[in-house]
């Protein structure tokens, strides 16, 4: 059975930072290119960085750029977001994905349940 099963979310002031976490199990991880996406309350999903399977090479998202970092450790198949520098715009569930599209669910995408991310004084 396929698993992702993400952590580290939490409560955190805006200008702090967090490690987001993923557990992957029941597939090739490290034969996976792997995503994180977010979806911010009331929105779609928003994809915000991917990561090659063996690690080097990444992409972000113009809105977390030079503030978020993908990295991976194949392993212990764990996947993970340091995010810095929080604004609460960064508010919203956090996903580890292997997505085709990322902005929707597709048929083969694996997804995990998220991990909630509060950015607020």
């Known amino acids: 059975e396929v698993q992702l099963v993400e952590s580290g979310g939490g409560l955190v002031q805006p200008g702090g930072s967090l490690r987001l976490s993923c557990a992957a199990s029941?597939?090739?991880?490290?034969?996976?290119?792997l995503n994180w996406v977010r979806q911010a309350p009331g929105k779609g999903l928003e994809w915000i960085s991917v990561?090659?399977?063996?690690?080097?090479?990444?992409s972000y998202a113009e809105s977390v750029k030079g503030r978020f970092t993908i990295s991976r450790d194949n392993s212990q198949n764990t996947l993970y977001l340091d995010m810095t520098n929080l604004k609460p715009e960064d508010t919203g569930v956090y996903y580890c994905?292997?997505?085709?599209?990322?902005?929707?669910?597709?048929?083969?995408?694996?997804w995990g349940q998220g991990t909630q991310v509060t950015v607020s004084s």
């Open positions: 994905a292997k997505c085709v599209r990322c902005w929707v669910r597709d048929r083969d995408d694996y």
């Open positions: 029941g597939f090739a991880f490290s034969k996976t290119l």
């Open positions: 990561i090659n399977s063996g690690g080097g090479s990444t």
